[in-house]
């Protein structure tokens, strides 16, 4: 599914819709260069899992956990480049603990990625242009996926 935003408010938007078609142990691949808007995505996804504390960007922390409705465990794997299986352990608890995974720069750590999962790949175009590409990538992930389509339906007229 192909979505087009113009600003951040409507990233932020298209995260909080799919936040709230969460019903936890869902794990999000979030694909894009610096800059793309991959934390801003997760903000609008904390906001659908009904948290009220703002999300920052976990660089140079690895996670960050966030309670709400459902808990967002937050990953930025950009610092775990070359380090290998160090956090293996410690992050497949996080898979199996029933909140939502999101993982920034799943590329620079793949042997720590499950074979299920909603992959977003957010791309930058001119202006302030994305174009975010959602896909769900084995089968327990299409159920939050046709939830999230169907909210985002051009009659809806939020985006
Ligand atoms: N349509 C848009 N969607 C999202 N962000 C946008 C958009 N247009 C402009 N921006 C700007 O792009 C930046 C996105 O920053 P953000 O921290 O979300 O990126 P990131 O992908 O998480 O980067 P990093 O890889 O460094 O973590 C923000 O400054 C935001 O205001
Ligand atoms: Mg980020």
């Known amino acids: 599914m192909l979505i087009i935003t113009f600003s951040p408010e409507e990233t932020c938007e298209v995260g909080r819709v799919l936040g709230e078609a969460c019903h936890g142990g869902e794990v999000i691949l979030l694909e894009g260069d610096l ?54 352990l410690e992050f497949e608890e996080y898979l199996l603990g029933g909140g939502v995974c999101v993982i920034e720069w799943p590329s620079c750590a ?30 327990r992930h299409r159920a939050p996926l046709g939830r999230l389509r169907a909210a985002l339906t051009p009659q809806d007229g939020r985006l």
């Open 35 to 88: 800059g793309a808007g991959k934390t801003t995505f997760t903000q609008g996804l904390a906001v659908g899992l009904g948290i009220a504390e703002p999300v920052v960007s976990p660089t140079f922390i690895i996670m960050r956990e966030y309670d709400g409705r459902i808990p967002l465990y937050h990953f930025d794997f950009y610092r775990l480049e070359g380090t290998g299986r160090a956090v293996d």
């Open 110 to 139: 793949p042997e720590l990625v499950p074979d299920d999962y909603i992959h977003i790949a957010i791309e930058e175009k001119a202006g302030m242009q994305r174009n975010v590409t959602v896909e769900a990538v084995g089968g």
